[in-house]
């Protein structure tokens, strides 16, 4: 069933007219016609099945008929940061591919070893490209949440948030056999906390200078390895996002 997001509070029985641009989707692209049904996340992540009842020329009413306990969110919420990468396509990927594998957020900085550079003139139009990207992938993926798309100026910013647990991805950790630090901190948050927030620092291309771990290693940032192989700087955070999912989600056996 159509999946989309509405900034207001929904309750059974409501009727509402719909915004501009789910009209636009909903009505003129994917012609549901009266009677038809979708699903519209409200303000507080509800999932709510809805019922057209009118269209007009440039509007559509629907109803609320069905409130569901659908929660499609990693018990974790994962910020993704990312050194630039190399290009608009590979940066595109990261936020529609980790939003689907159920990113809370996305941070890009600049970073020393990297090659792309993001203009500050084209910064608001780049997090814009980006944010719509993160929506439809929400909507795509059927999430109660779409992530946020971010940039900070540089890695100490990325580095001060406020988060319960923090880890930086090495591509030195991995060659050298580290498989356990992410492990151990994701059993950790979920034993010690419901609502946890981690977030995961990752290189561009060229990798994270040793400056950069020493800066995060300061701001209590643990190492982490992801195997043996190198991973591209788009393949690390999906991985990684993947990783997660597994042992939070798929991994018990009872
Ligand atoms: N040019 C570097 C690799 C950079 S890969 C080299 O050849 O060594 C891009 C980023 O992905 C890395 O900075 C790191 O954050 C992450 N990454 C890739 N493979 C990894 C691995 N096996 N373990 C941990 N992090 C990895």
Redesign the pocket.
Known sequence: MQHYFIDQELNLGMELTLPAELYQHAIVVLRKQVGDQFELVDIHQTVSIVTVTQIEKKTAQVKVVEQLDQNAELPVAITIACGLPKNDKKTELIVEKGTEMGATSFIFFPSQYAIGKWNKQKVAKKLERLQKKATSAAEQSHRNVVPTVEYRENLAAVADGNYDCRLV???E??KTGEKSVLAQALTNLVTSNSAARLIAV???????APAEIDLLKAHGFAI??????????ET?PLYFLGACSYQLELASVD
């Open positions: 991805a090495y591509e950790a991995g990752f290189g561009p291309e060229g990798g994270i982490c390895g992801l195997g043996p192989r190198i991973l591209r700087a690390a």
